[in-house]
C-alpha cells in the first residue's frame, strides 16, 4: 500500500511539473496517428485501384505494359516498407536525404517527416488491405456497374470502394490504434510526441516508473476512446435496418408514391383510361402487401394455365 | 421488323481448350423479343455475355450498328451502355437504395442531373411496381422485388437492346410470375429483347422468335410456334420433351 501511495505521490509530482509536456504530447500523437492513418488510407486506396485495373490481351500493348509496371511498382513499395521497421524508414528519410543531397534536399519540419514516414508505412499496409477489401465485394456487383456502362473508376467510386470501405473498417482502426502506439518511435528524429515527453521527464526527473505509469494509462485511454468512436463510426456506415414503405394513401399507392415538382398530382395529366388502370394496379398491390397469399395464387393460375397448356400441346 | 441492331458473325469462345461457343451467327433486329432455350451448360449465358463484352469472345465479330465492338479502340463502357443486362442474381448495388440504384448509372454515365434522373428511374419503377419501396436497400427487399428493381435499373438507362440472362431462375417458383408480368409488359412496349430462359410459356408466348442452342451452336431458330409444335431437328424435340415431362 505504502508503495501505491508513493507512487501516487510522484505521479502527482511528475504530472504538475510536466503535465502540459504529457498533454501536448498527447495531442501531437493523436494529430500524427490521425493524419498519417487518413493519407494512409488514401495512399491505400489509390493501390487498390490501379491493382486491380483490369487488361486483357486485346489492350493496347502500352496501356499493358504501363499496367503492369504499375503493379509491379505497388508490390515492391508495399514489399519494402511492410517488411521494415518505421523507426528505420525515418532515420533513412530523415537523415537520408540530406546525406545524398549535400543538404540541399531536406525536411525542414519533424512534423512533415513524420507524417510522411507514417502515411507511406500505414499506406504499405493498407493496400494490403484495401485489395482484400475490393476482392471481397462479390464480383456479381463490378458487373452489374459495368452492365450500364460504368468505367473501371466509376466503378470503383461508387459500387465497390463504399462496400470495401465498409469490409475493412475493422483493418482501418487497426491500423490507426497501431498508428497511436507505433508513432513512439518518432522521438528518433525530435517528434514531439506522447513518448517522447517521457524521456523528457524522466531525463529531469529519474522517476522512471512513474512516468511509465503515465505514458501507459494514456495511451490505453487514447486506444480504447479509438475503438469506442470506430466501432460507433461502423454501426453509422451500416445504416438503419430498416426502412419506411413511401405511400400516401392506398389509392396513390403507386401512383402518388412520388411528386413530379413541376406536373402536380401524377392523376391531373392522364387518361382517364391510365387512372382507371392506375387505380386497379393501386389496389392489386395493396391486396398484395396485405396477404401474401394473393402472390401464391397468381403464381398457382400461371402454373395451372402452364399445365393447362403443355396438356393441350401433346 | 427494324433495322438490325446487332449482328453478330462466326463468334466463338472458349475457356481454356474448352469450346463453349462455336461459330455463332446471329442478327438481333430492332423491336425484335428473342429467347434463348437450350440445356444448362449449351453456352447460352457465356452468348450473352460475350455479347456485352463481359466476356471477351475469342473469335468472330460483334457488329453494333455496323461497328465491330471487338475491335481495338472500341469504347467498351460507352457500348455498354446501349446494351442493358438483367443478371440471373440480380447484382444491385449493396451500398445504394432502390432509387439510387436507379439513378447512379444516369448520372454517372449518362449525365444527366438528379432531378431528371430522379424522375426517370420513377417511371420504371412504377411500372414494374416497386415505387414504394424507393428508399429499401436490396438487402431487405425479395428477390422478385430486387429483379424487378434490376429491370428498372437496366431500363433506366434507355438501352436500344436488354440482355436477361435467366432473369427468374435464382427466384422461388411464386415470384416467377411478377417478374415475367414485368418482362411482358416490356415486350409488349416494344423493347427489343434478347432473353436467356428456362421459362418455356415465356418463350412461347411473348416472344416472336426462339433460338435452341446445344452443345455451343445455334441448333435451331424460328418463329415461337415452329419451334414448339414443330421442331425441324431432333435434338430440339428431344429438348421440349424433356421439358413437357418435367
Given at each position: ?20 509536456a ?62 521494415t ?17 549535400n ?20 499506406g504499405?499496409y ?63 528524429i525530435?517528434?514531439p ?16 516508473f ?33 426502412y ?39 389496389l ?23 399445365a ?7 | 421488323?427494324?433495322?438490325s ?52 469472345p ?25 446494351v ?12 445504394m ?36 419501396y ?21 431500363m ?30 416490356l ?13 418455356m ?13 446445344n ?19 431432333p ?12
Amino acid at each position: 500500500m505504502n508503495k501505491f501511495a508513493q507512487l501516487g505521490a510522484d505521479i502527482v509530482k511528475l504530472w504538475t511539473k510536466y503535465g502540459s509536456a504529457y498533454l501536448s504530447g498527447i495531442e501531437n500523437t493523436l494529430i500524427l496517428a490521425l493524419v498519417g492513418t487518413v493519407i494512409g488510407c488514401v495512399i491505400g486506396f489509390a493501390c487498390g485501384v490501379l491493382n486491380t485495373i483490369p487488361y486483357t490481351k486485346a489492350d493496347h500493348p502500352v496501356k499493358r505494359f504501363v499496367l503492369g509496371l504499375v503493379r509491379v511498382i505497388i508490390r515492391i513499395y508495399v514489399e519494402v516498407f511492410r517488411g521494415t521497421p518505421m523507426v528505420l524508414q525515418a532515420v533513412f528519410l530523415y537523415y537520408g536525404l540530406p546525406y545524398f543531397s549535400n543538404n540541399s534536399v531536406k525536411f525542414t519540419s519533424v512534423w512533415a517527416a513524420a507524417i510522411v514516414v507514417v502515411s507511406i508505412n500505414t499506406g504499405a499496409y493498407m493496400a494490403e488491405s484495401v485489395r482484400g477489401g475490393i476482392i471481397s465485394v462479390d464480383p456479381g456487383q463490378t458487373e452489374g456497374a459495368k452492365a450500364i456502362g460504368m468505367t473501371h473508376v466509376q466503378t470503383m467510386l461508387y459500387v465497390i470502394l463504399p462496400q470495401a470501405l465498409r469490409n475493412i473498417m475493422p483493418q482501418i482502426g487497426n491500423n490507426f490504434i497501431i498508428n497511436v502506439k507505433d508513432t513512439s518511435v518518432m522521438f528518433i528524429i525530435g517528434f514531439p510526441d506522447f513518448f517522447s515527453a517521457h524521456r523528457a521527464a524522466v531525463g529531469a526527473s529519474y522517476l522512471y516508473f512513474p512516468s511509465a505509469t503515465v505514458e501507459m494509462v494514456g495511451y490505453l485511454t487514447m486506444t480504447l476512446v479509438a475503438s469506442f468512436l470506430l466501432r460507433w463510426i461502423e454501426r453509422k456506415l451500416d445504416g438503419s435496418a430498416s426502412y419506411e414503405l413511401v405511400q400516401v394513401d392506398q389509392l396513390t399507392m403507386t401512383a402518388g408514391t412520388y411528386s413530379y415538382p413541376d406536373k402536380g398530382s401524377p392523376f391531373d395529366e392522364r387518361s382517364p383510361e391510365s387512372v382507371k388502370s392506375m387505380q386497379r394496379e393501386a389496389l392489386r398491390r395493396q391486396i398484395e402487401r396485405e396477404a401474401a397469399e394473393r402472390e401464391g395464387q397468381l403464381a398457382e393460375q400461371r402454373r395451372e394455365t402452364h399445365a393447362a397448356q403443355k396438356g393441350g400441346k401433346r | 421488323m427494324g433495322e438490325s441492331i446487332l449482328k453478330i458473325n462466326h463468334l466463338s469462345k472458349t475457356f481454356g481448350s474448352n469450346l463453349v461457343l462455336k461459330d455463332i451467327d446471329f442478327t438481333v433486329d430492332a423491336g425484335d423479343v428473342i429467347s434463348i432455350i437450350g440445356a444448362s451448360g449449351s453456352g447460352k449465358s457465356t452468348l450473352l455475355r460475350c455479347i456485352n463484352l463481359l466476356e471477351t469472345p475469342t473469335s468472330g465479330e460483334i457488329l453494333y450498328h455496323g461497328k465491330n465492338v471487338l475491335s481495338r479502340g472500341t469504347n467498351a463502357p460507352a457500348y455498354r451502355a446501349h446494351v442493358g443486362m438483367v443478371f440471373q442474381s440480380f447484382n444491385l448495388f449493396n451500398n445504394m437504395s432502390v432509387l439510387e440504384n436507379c439513378i447512379v448509372g444516369q448520372m454517372r454515365v449518362l449525365k444527366r442531373d438528379r432531378e431528371q434522373a430522379r424522375a426517370h428511374a420513377m417511371e420504371y419503377l412504377e411500372k414494374v411496381g416497386m415505387a414504394p419501396y424507393i428508399n429499401a436497400r436490396p438487402r431487405q427487399i425479395s428477390g422478385g422485388q430486387k429483379q424487378r428493381v434490376a429491370i428498372a435499373r437496366a431500363m433506366a438507362m434507355d438501352p436500344e437492346v436488354l440482355l436477361f440472362d435467366e432473369p427468374t431462375s435464382a427466384l422461388d417458383p411464386e415470384m416467377v410470375g411478377e417478374v415475367l408480368t414485368a418482362m411482358k409488359a416490356l415486350a409488349e412496349s416494344g423493347m427489343t429483347m434478347l432473353v436467356v430462359t428456362h421459362e418455356m410459356a415465356f418463350a412461347r408466348d411473348v416472344s416472336h422468335r426462339v433460338v435452341y442452342m446445344n452443345g455451343g451452336v445455334i441448333c435451331e431458330q424460328g418463329s415461337p410456334e415452329q419451334i414448339f409444335s414443330n421442331p425441324t431437328k431432333p435434338e430440339t424435340a428431344e429438348f421440349l420433351a424433356r421439358f413437357r415431362k418435367n
